[in-house]
């Protein structure tokens, strides 16, 4: 069935590191890709979407990468912070303007 | 910026209890979402709403309803609480476009 996966539940990564935070899906079809933040206590906060035209878009210290060839979808976070400790999630578009849901991956900081 | 707000970040009820969740937006989104998130299951979507007075049921609607009676406002409603909907509760909104969604802090709901 249609599925987002996350590969690992929990990610650590030492602080001004880089990040890469996978993701897989298994429907094709899918055309839009959208990578969430959420800290302990609040909800979802858009990090940066992007669509099947496109491989890779970058926006301040994210890069979303798009292998539409086996299907893998990443995050990269450039130097990472300690602010950046939280849990992602991806998400992929489903039927209408639903979106379908990964379980989420924790990123732990290590000073 | 976009401003989804739920009117309580801690909720607390006994079975059998009617509840009310409520939602607003300040964007004049038309799509409005509410989800509950379980540790390890991710987002489920309850219900969601593309216009006042218009519902559709999402993936778990079983034991919930909905009210959109204005266009910033979605409700939630448990009609008869019972412990298995203790969760936190997400409400979203979204442009016509449709994505992305933008989320509240959510309402941490306990069934005693």
């Known amino acids: 069935g249609e599925s987002v996966g996350l590969h690992l539940p929990t990610l650590s990564v030492q602080e001004g590191d880089n990040s890469i935070i996978n993701c897989a899906y298994s429907n094709s079809a899918s055309d839009y890709f959208i990578w ?3 800290e302990s206590g ?4 858009f990090i940066i979407d992007i669509r099947s035209n ?5 926006g301040q210290r994210v890069t979303v ?17 300690p602010g ?28 | 910026d976009v401003k989804v707000t739920q009117s309580s970040r801690y909720l607390v009820k006994r079975t059998g209890e009617k509840v009310f969740l409520e ?19 991710g987002l489920r979507l309850i219900y969601f709403s593309y216009d006042v007075k218009m519902k559709e049921k999402g993936d778990i609607p079983e034991g919930y309803s909905v009210s959109r009676e204005k266009k910033e406002r979605f409700s939630l409603i448990l009609e008869s609480a019972s412990t298995n909907q203790t969760s936190m509760y997400l409400c979203a909104s979204s442009n016509p476009g449709g994505q992305p969604q933008h989320f509240g802090d959510g309402t941490r709901l306990s069934i005693l």
């Open chain 1, 36 to 38: 969430y933040k959420q």
């Open chain 1, 42 to 45: 609040k909800g979802p906060q």
């Open chain 1, 54 to 58: 496109m491989d890779k878009r970058q």
């Open chain 1, 65 to 81: 990468l798009l292998n539409k060839t086996v299907k893998h979808l990443s995050l990269q976070i450039a130097a990472t912070q």
């Open chain 1, 84 to 111: 950046d400790s939280a849990v992602y999630f991806c998400a992929r578009d489903g039927v209408g303007y639903q979106l379908i849901w990964g379980a989420g991956t924790k990123l732990i900081i290590k000073p």
């Open chain 2, 23 to 41: 939602c607003v937006q300040d964007m004049d989104h038309e799509n409005m979402f509410w989800y509950r998130q379980d540790p390890g299951l």
